[in-house]
Structures are given as C-alpha cells and as structure tokens.
C-alpha cells in the first residue's frame, strides 16, 4: 500500500512538474515582447498571481505541441464558458452580452479576483467604450456632482447587481511631486521609497499587527511627510456579478447614502502590489464615521459624521437656548418684585 501511494504521489509530482516546465518553456519566449512582438507578449510576473497560471498555459491551449512555433500550427484557444459556464449565461443575457467578450474586459493572462483590483482601474476598463466625459455629461442630467460620484464608484457598483459593498481606500499622491497638480494613485515603487526597508503597509499599519488602527489613521494624516499623499475612497463590492444593466434602486440617493451609526463601517486601505494587483488591510471600525480625523478626504453625506462638528452643533443649539431659557428663568425668579406694578 505504501508502495503504491508512493508511485501515485511521483506521479502527481511529475505532472504537475512537467505542467510547470511547459509554462516556463512558453514564458521563454512569450515573457520577451521582442520575441513573439506585442501582440503576444505575456507580463510573466502578473500571470504567475492569476488562477489560470495554476492551470498551465497548456490547460487553455491544448494543441501546443514541442514543435511549436515551427510547426506553423495557430495555437488553439479555450473558450471562458468552457470554465466560467454560470458567468458566461449571466453576462450574455446583459446589455453587454452582445457588445463586448469576455476579454475585451479581461486578460486572461492578467485577471484578478475583484478585491485584488482597484475600483479606478476597474472603471478604466469601462472607459475604453464609454468616454468618461460623455458619461459625466449623461449623469449630470440627474445626478448631482456626477464627476464627483463617477471618480468614488466603480461603474458596476451601480450597474451590475454586484454585493456586499464596503468602503476601500486607496492611497494617491500629487502628478510630477508638484503641490498645485492632481493626484493620481500612488505606485508600489513610490510607495516603496517612502517605506524604506520596510513593507509599504507599514506606512499605515505603524505596529506591523496587520489591521489599521484608528490611532494609526490619525497619525498618518498628522504626518507632515505624507502631505504628498491623500487616501481617496470609493465604494466597492466584494462580490461581483456580470449582469449589466440600469437598476432601479441606484436612482435612489438611500442605496449608498444609508443614514445611521452602522452604515459603511466595514473598510479597507489597499495597498499596490508589484504584481499590478492590491492587497487590503482592513481598517478599526468607525474610520468612516470620523471624516476628520479618519478619513478626511472621504465624506459620505448621511453615513459620516465628524465628533468635531457635532460639539459645535451642540454648541450652537446651546446657544440659542441661552437667552431664552435664561430670560425665562430670571423673570421666574424676580416675579415677586413685579407684582403690582404692572409688569
């Protein structure tokens, strides 16, 4: 029985040691754009980090043999639905289905799973159809500071039926170091470079211990060398789904701007990865909620709040009971000295 497990595990090993070769002898020549030219280039780093590169370049392209490019045989090409069969029924039935395929949005030799993607990269994909100015101009005609929700929301948060929805934070630093110039999001190197030795997360997550605190929140926006940088937030589903369309409910202003002490509480800092992917870092409860000192360049009419504003608000109403209430106390206490004479 030993034996025979032994030979089962050599032979499992050497599959999957004879896949690896395979896609390393691809990535040979399709790592070197040029090699086999643009069109085929293949960035080696981000394949390795997507599911199809545990799969093998072999497990979509089956007719690849060892002659291979001399043989002059065009490489045959799997088809999504071979795999993605439930998406693929999904997304043909949406206003997309008949507009785009599936790797007019992805590369397969890119893909990553939705929470590994920034919502700005997300709405790039978008933007090679639908130009972004237009679209501004589209949503201007009902929905107040269009550009502004445009730039905090990934197009399929209001257009797919996507789910569980959290507030993801990325970080962003000025164009060309410039105090006057836009921001644009931060790169894993730049990132890197402010961090020194240490991992970009730390620029955050000060104490190492893998969640950002509120503290931690605060000291970083308190920082004076981080003025360059800026955490921008936008609203993010965690599940996605391709069905394309305009939902009812997202002309509602209550779907993301939910009043009360529990709405949009779960968030994240995501941070670049090398890879072109990002990974997040969930953030204490309640960053949201303190748009001050949390998130100060985040703000989500009726689901953010600054403890600041409200004393002064108290204050104020404050106030403004001071002479009313004080003048009907004094007089309260000083009727008896008026009595008779009129008052």
Known sequence: MYLFLSLVLALLLGASAATAMESADCLACHSDASMVGDAF??????FDTTAHAEMGCSGCH???TDAHPDDGLA???ASCKDCHDDIHKE???SVHGSAASCADCHNPHEVKSATEVAGFDMNRQCATCHEPEEMTELHDQWLPQAGLHIEALPCITCHTGSENYVITMYLLQREAKNRYSSFVPASQE???KLAGDKPVQT??????NGEISLAELRAFNGDP??????LWGMMTPEKVTHTFQILDNRWDCSFCHASGPQAMQTSYVAFPEQDGSYARLAVEKGAVLDVLNGTPDFYMMGATRSKWLNIAGLLIILGGLVMPVGHGTLRFLTRKNREGKGH
């Open 62 to 64: 089956e007719s690849v």
């Open 75 to 77: 490489p045959s090409k």
């Open 190 to 192: 730049d990132l890197a």
């Open 41 to 46: 280039a293949i960035n080696e780093g981000q």
């Open 203 to 208: 620029l955050l997550d000060a104490d190492s």
């Open 225 to 230: 060398k981080y003025q360059g940088l800026r």
């Open 91 to 93: 997304y043909t039935t």
